[in-house]
């Protein structure tokens, strides 16, 4: 059945685009009519719908198919124009399916295709399942696909990668690259992409000599006023968490179907308008641009002359829309986590892996710097009192120390001796807890350690790495005081995890530790059958 849907997988594409497109902006819609007829903020998202729903799982089973089975093959090095150049080809059961042009231009890669609508969506379609991101706009006569160096290397196939590297690596052969910029595109392919996302929302990190910048550019008007509100909805405060930068606001196209555009011209020349004053005409393309400030003129012309906006024309803006999270924005989202909040927590973690992949310990530096003072927020001292459920006190936490183990853990049983730093897959931090109950001093103990976990995607497994301890509680005095100290605890084997770990970082003897102890977290990687 897959390989069956495989053709009409650009039509699938166009659907999903076109309904989270209808679904944004009847999100935006309900949400202000219901809050102006009832006062409360609620909004109908139709992406829970089970159509919408089995529709994506459609999609995910193609691409899927597409994604095992695809192979990629590069062609020769071609210096015969203006810039470098490759062909890649994508073929399924032997038969290319699509191409792309890959361009050295001097400072930076580019991958284009020039073609028939049919063609361009083929391969939007199979760069889609390969988990990167297009679109596909008229140009001239035909459609175009392009993509930057950003988007070429967000495609993470390995027979992409590979055909991108051997290109860059034959450049670099031939001298037509230089050993830096050589290095800086091998870091970014194998590096990967520079993306987080956030409510939903994947924002595109970038490193800078001016700072970080966290930013997400919407496809359209609805789009951009859906963001906002999902962002709102989480709490933060567009113009001090965010912002909304617009270019190009004040143009408008209008695209004519073919059937309606002699009409649509002839109405326009009628109806006392002039042609590079208060519109410009694009016959190739079958649009016609206009201001804001003689947008609705030219629209009443095409309606007088008998022509329906959304079957004859539609009417798109033309601008821009760059929304960034701001430095007060990163420091929110980093209160929420160190509130809880496991998105928000997931966010900062994924973006200070970004920084690190792409643009190394400055940058890392750089947003701990940004973040620093959300972080000592509420830092607390000891000693600290301990309750039970009931409300009676019946301990004091007095001291919290810590210490980094290097070694093999084997099963529960910790092996390894106690050492300055360590950092890696063998990198273990243990916590100490002393307090007293009684008059007694006692202590409890738990180990955070890298939990290693394989997950395949088609001929590739994925290792992530993720922090947890299991701590084994022996009465209800330890109960009570690991809940206070994480939030979590109940009678034997306790499983801690991230959220816990940030609650034992709001206790200044900790919080250095476990800022230097996650620093040494085991790089996830993948590898390949083929």
């Given at each position: 059945?897959?390989?069956?849907?495989?053709?009409?997988?650009p039509t699938l594409h166009g659907l999903r685009d076109a309904l989270a497109e209808f679904?944004?902006?009847?999100?935006?819609?309900?949400?202000?009519?219901?809050?102006?007829?009832?006062?409360?903020?609620?909004?109908?998202?139709?992406?829970?719908?089970?159509?919408?729903?089995?529709?994506?799982?459609?999609?995910?089973?193609?691409?899927?198919?597409?994604?095992?089975?695809?192979?990629?093959?590069?062609?020769?090095?071609?210096?015969?124009?203006?810039?470098?150049?490759?062909?890649?080809?994508?073929?399924?059961?032997?038969?290319?399916?699509?191409?792309?042009?890959?361009?050295?231009?001097?400072?930076?890669?580019?991958?284009?295709?020039?073609?028939?609508?049919?063609?361009?969506?083929?391969?939007?379609?199979?760069?889609?399942?390969?988990?990167?991101?297009?679109?596909?706009?008229?140009?001239?006569?035909?459609?175009?696909?392009?993509?930057?160096?950003?988007?070429?290397?967000?495609?993470?196939?390995?027979?992409?990668?590979?055909?991108?590297?051997?290109?860059?690596?034959?450049?670099?052969?031939?001298?037509?690259?230089?050993?830096?910029?050589?290095?800086?595109?091998?870091?970014?392919?194998?590096?990967?992409?520079?993306?987080?996302?956030?409510?939903?929302?994947?924002?595109?990190?970038?490193?800078?000599?001016?700072?970080?910048?966290?930013?997400?550019?919407?496809?359209?008007?609805?789009?951009?006023?859906?963001?906002?509100?999902?962002?709102?909805?989480?709490?933060?405060?567009?113009?001090?968490?965010?912002?909304?930068?617009?270019?190009?606001?004040?143009?408008?196209?209008?695209?004519v179907t073919k059937k309606a555009y002699a009409k649509a011209v002839e109405a326009l020349?009628?109806?006392?308008?002039?042609?590079?004053?208060?519109?410009?005409?694009?016959?190739?393309?079958?649009?016609?641009?206009?201001?804001?400030?003689?947008?609705?003129?030219?629209?009443?012309?095409?309606?007088?002359?008998?022509?329906?906006?959304?079957?004859?024309?539609?009417?798109?803006?033309?601008?821009?829309?760059?929304?960034?999270?701001?430095?007060?924005?990163?420091?929110?989202?980093?209160?929420?986590?160190?509130?809880?909040?496991?998105?928000?927590?997931?966010?900062?973690?994924?973006?200070?892996?970004?920084?690190?992949?792409?643009?190394?310990?400055?940058?890392?530096?750089?947003?701990?710097?940004?973040?620093?003072?959300?972080?000592?927020?509420?830092?607390?001292?000891?000693?600290?009192?301990?309750?039970?459920?009931?409300?009676?006190?019946?301990?004091?936490?007095?001291?919290?120390?810590?210490?980094?183990?290097?070694?093999?853990?084997?099963?529960?049983?910790?092996?390894?001796?106690?050492?300055?730093?360590?950092?890696?897959?063998?990198?273990?931090?243990?916590?100490?807890?002393?307090?007293?109950?009684?008059?007694?001093?006692?202590?409890?103990?738990?180990?955070?350690?890298?939990?290693?976990?394989?997950?395949?995607?088609?001929?590739?497994?994925?290792?992530?790495?993720?922090?947890?301890?299991?701590?084994?509680?022996?009465?209800?005095?330890?109960?009570?005081?690991?809940?206070?100290?994480?939030?979590?605890?109940?009678?034997?084997?306790?499983?801690?995890?991230?959220?816990?770990?940030?609650?034992?970082?709001?206790?200044?003897?900790?919080?250095?530790?476990?800022?230097?102890?996650?620093?040494?977290?085991?790089?996830?990687?993948?590898?390949?059958?083929?």
């Amino acid at each position: 059945m897959p390989e069956a849907l495989v053709p009409e997988l650009p039509t699938l594409h166009g659907l999903r685009d076109a309904l989270a497109e209808f679904a944004d902006a009847f999100k935006v819609v309900t949400r202000e009519v219901v809050k102006k007829k009832f006062g409360i903020n609620w909004a109908y998202d139709v992406r829970n719908e089970n159509f919408f729903k089995k529709l994506n799982e459609i999609i995910a089973m193609v691409e899927n198919y597409v994604y095992r089975n695809i192979a990629v093959e590069r062609g020769p090095l071609d210096t015969s124009g203006q810039w470098p150049k490759t062909v890649i080809r994508f073929k399924l059961g032997g038969e290319e399916a699509a191409h792309i042009t890959v361009y050295w231009t001097g400072s930076k890669l580019q991958a284009v295709f020039s073609g028939s609508r049919e063609n361009a969506e083929r391969l939007a379609s199979i760069i889609r399942a390969l988990g990167g991101e297009v679109e596909v706009k008229p140009h001239g006569y035909g459609w175009i696909v392009w993509l930057t160096t950003e988007g070429i290397i967000a495609i993470r196939n390995n027979g992409w990668l590979n055909a991108v590297k051997s290109f860059v690596d034959e450049l670099y052969s031939k001298g037509l690259i230089d050993k830096d910029r050589y290095e800086r595109l091998v870091k970014d392919i194998e590096a990967g992409p520079n993306t987080v996302k956030y409510a939903g929302i994947e924002f595109s990190v970038v490193y800078k000599s001016k700072g970080i910048e966290v930013r997400h550019q919407p496809r359209s008007e609805a789009s951009k006023n859906a963001i906002v509100d999902t962002l709102k909805a989480r709490g933060l405060k567009e113009g001090v968490h965010f912002t909304v930068n617009i270019v190009g606001a004040e143009r408008y196209e209008i695209r004519v179907t073919k059937k309606a555009y002699a009409k649509a011209v002839e109405a326009l020349a009628q109806s006392g308008l002039r042609e590079g004053e208060h519109y410009s005409v694009y016959g190739k393309r079958r649009e016609i641009r206009v201001r804001a400030e003689h947008k609705d003129a030219v629209i009443n012309a095409l309606k007088g002359a008998g022509l329906e906006e959304g079957k004859d024309f539609t009417v798109r803006s033309g601008g821009v829309y760059t929304i960034y999270i701001t430095y007060d924005g990163l420091r929110e989202i980093q209160r929420m986590a160190l509130n809880g909040d496991l998105e928000a927590e997931k966010f900062i973690r994924e973006l200070e892996d970004v920084l690190k992949r792409r643009h190394g310990d400055d940058a890392v530096k750089k947003l701990i710097e940004i973040l620093t003072p959300a972080r000592e927020e509420g830092t607390i001292d000891l000693p600290l009192t301990v309750y039970d459920d009931r409300g009676n006190l019946i301990a004091r936490v007095v001291d919290l120390k810590y210490e980094f183990v290097k070694g093999k853990r084997k099963g529960r049983r910790s092996t390894g001796q106690p050492v300055n730093q360590c950092a890696g897959e063998d990198c273990r931090l243990r916590v100490i807890v002393e307090y007293e109950v009684g008059g007694e001093r006692r202590q409890l103990k738990m180990e955070w350690y890298w939990s290693k976990v394989q997950k395949k995607k088609g001929e590739t497994t994925v290792t992530y790495f993720f922090e947890i301890a299991r701590p084994t509680v022996k009465d209800d005095v330890e109960v009570a005081v690991l809940k206070t100290l994480t939030g979590k605890a109940k009678r034997g084997e306790v499983y801690l995890l991230a959220d816990q770990l940030d609650a034992l970082r709001r206790f200044k003897p900790l919080r250095d530790a476990v800022d230097k102890w996650r620093e040494g977290r085991p790089q996830k990687g993948s590898t390949s059958r083929l």
